[in-house]
């Protein structure tokens, strides 16, 4: 086994700042959809550190640190947390996935109703990377994954909409018409007042016999007529009725037959009005019974998403999907990192690797007896009846149980099926392991694995004959013995 190297760099410039880094006690971690790792003890002088042009040389989001060994590609960790313990300066850096964790959506809002998980990944890695001082160089995978987020609306929504939309313009327009039918009958009405010399505003009466009672007001009009014509017009002069002149008669009574003829006209106008607008609330009513089918579009807004980290976990504990950082070197002394994506997963079967316990596996994997249950009820977002739910159920055997899981992030009920299956998988084993310490052998020598490959485990564990494949979920690895960690999954 090859030694371990370590460099120091600031980022986000990446400045060199030691390139034999003399990290004791050190360790470093790859790990399956999680960053990298790398830890370790520094003597206190480091903290002074500068660089070549007078910058920290070791800083929390400052520096990065680089592992390698021959044979296999670097590990990269953004420095993020230093203290000190005695004489020595305590260092832990995290992977380049690290980075969106706790940082907030700055950007004006982000919305679809049809946007692919992995395309949302690639959207926030290439907003926070276009800020001042963000850009690590990341390249993230084009993998699509085909499950969309957000909810478009539905069709027949979609066309209850435009029905409502055509009759809310049928229903203005006979409205403005009805309007503009009254505002003409009443220039009609007040230019026969003018036309009498008087002043608008009263009534225009036509009747063969003298207007009494209140209809005798100096305000109104008396056109003294039938059905067969007008042969008068009368104004009250707070006395009696009084004849107003040819001319001021010949003047309004034009005035007076177009308002009379136009009174149909509005009446008409008015009830077309009211027949389109019942047809409008018809096919609002229609709209407002449909709304379950109303567009849910997936967001990013600067008020509600302040972590992009968790954002990134839950899509792809959500999708699912896997991811894994790599980082490779770009000639001598350039760093190259991209997001590697997999949907459904990432990983192979390592038919040329073993695992084998009291040879390359140190010690039997610790026996855990799983939580068991026969069925599983995920319930997701929504209130009350609303409420998102999926059931998984297993014929055991044993006696029925039933474990309840609240995943208020889930929103379609599919998430909630295949969460569902997921959770009772891990309830309906007999025994579980999930921790491995390796030695560093031929069977199955460091760096000839990644995370989320599957690796074939045989060998007496005590408590059983163990001979099936276990999925590497993280390696951990104390670099000055050379020893390995896994942790597996072994359903």
């Known amino acids: 086994m090859s030694d371990w190297r370590f460099h120091l760099l600031t980022v ?42 007078g910058k920290p040389g070791l800083s929390e989001w400052g520096s990065a640190i680089v592992a390698e060994q021959e044979g296999r590609d670097p590990i990269f960790a953004i420095v993020d947390g230093l203290n000190t313990e005695g004489d020595w300066l305590k ?91 009254a505002e003409a009958l009443q220039y009609f009405a007040d230019s026969t007042f003018q036309a009498a010399g008087m002043a608008a505003g009263g009534l ?58 136009r009174k149909p006209i509005l009446a008409v106008a008015k009830a077309n009005a009211r027949a389109t607008k019942e047809a409008y609330n018809e096919a609002k009513s229609r709209v407002s019974d449909l709304s379950e089918q109303e567009a849910a579009p997936y967001t990013l807004n600067w008020w509600e998403t302040t972590d992009l980290g968790s954002v990134l976990t839950d899509l792809a504990t959500q999708t699912p999907f896997d991811y894994r950082e790599e ?21 192979v079967k390592r038919e040329d690797l073993r695992l084998e316990i009291g040879v390359n596996v140190t010690a039997p994997p610790p026996l855990d007896e799983a939580d068991f249950a026969s069925e599983v009820v995920v319930l997701g977002a929504g209130e009350g009846r609303a409420t998102v739910r ?57 760096g000839s694995f990644d995370a989320g490959d599957w690796l074939y485990l045989t060998g007496d564990a005590g408590w059983a004959q163990i001979d099936q494949w276990v999925r590497v979920m993280s390696i951990d690895i104390d670099c000055p013995t050379g020893r390995m960690s896994l942790k597996v999954s072994s359903n």
């Open 390 to 446: 999926a059931t998984a159920t297993n014929n055991t055997g044993r006696l029925r149980r039933v474990a309840v899981v609240e995943r208020k992030e889930l929103s379609k009920t599919s998430q909630a099926t295949a969460q569902a299956r997921i959770e009772l998988a891990a309830r309906t084993s007999d025994w579980t392991f999930e921790d491995l310490e390796l030695l560093d052998h031929p069977m199955c020598p460091y």
């Open 12 to 53: 986000p410039d990446g400045e060199w700042v030691d390139r034999d880094l003399q990290l004791q006690k050190a360790k470093v971690s790859d790990a399956l959809s999680a960053p990298q790792g790398i830890s370790g003890e520094l003597p206190l002088g480091y903290r002074m550190l500068k660089t070549p042009t």
């Open 327 to 347: 980082t490779v070197w770009d000639g001598d002394d350039a760093l190259s990192h991209r997001l590697i994506l997999g949907y459904p997963d990432i990983g």
């Open 204 to 261: 225009l009466i036509k009747q063969a016999s003298a207007p009494s009672g209140d209809k005798r007001s100096k305000k109104n009009l008396w056109f003294k007529g039938n059905s067969e014509g007008i042969t008068a017009l009368h104004k009250w002069d707070g006395r009696q009725w009084v004849e107003v002149s040819t001319a001021q008669f010949d003047a309004a009574i034009e005035f007076y037959f177009e308002w009379e003829d």
């Open 91 to 181: 260092v832990q850096a995290g992977g380049f996935t690290s980075y969106p964790m706790g940082m907030p959506w700055v950007d004006s809002e982000y919305s679809s109703t049809r946007v692919d998980a992995l395309d949302v990944v690639r959207l926030i890695w290439a907003r926070i990377q276009s800020k001042a001082n963000g850009d690590l160089g990341v390249v993230v995978d084009a993998t699509k994954s085909g499950i969309y987020l957000g909810k478009p609306e539905g069709a027949v929504l979609t066309k209850a909409k435009e029905v409502m939309a055509s009759k809310k313009a049928r229903m203005d327009a006979l409205a403005d018409q009805a309007v503009a039918e």
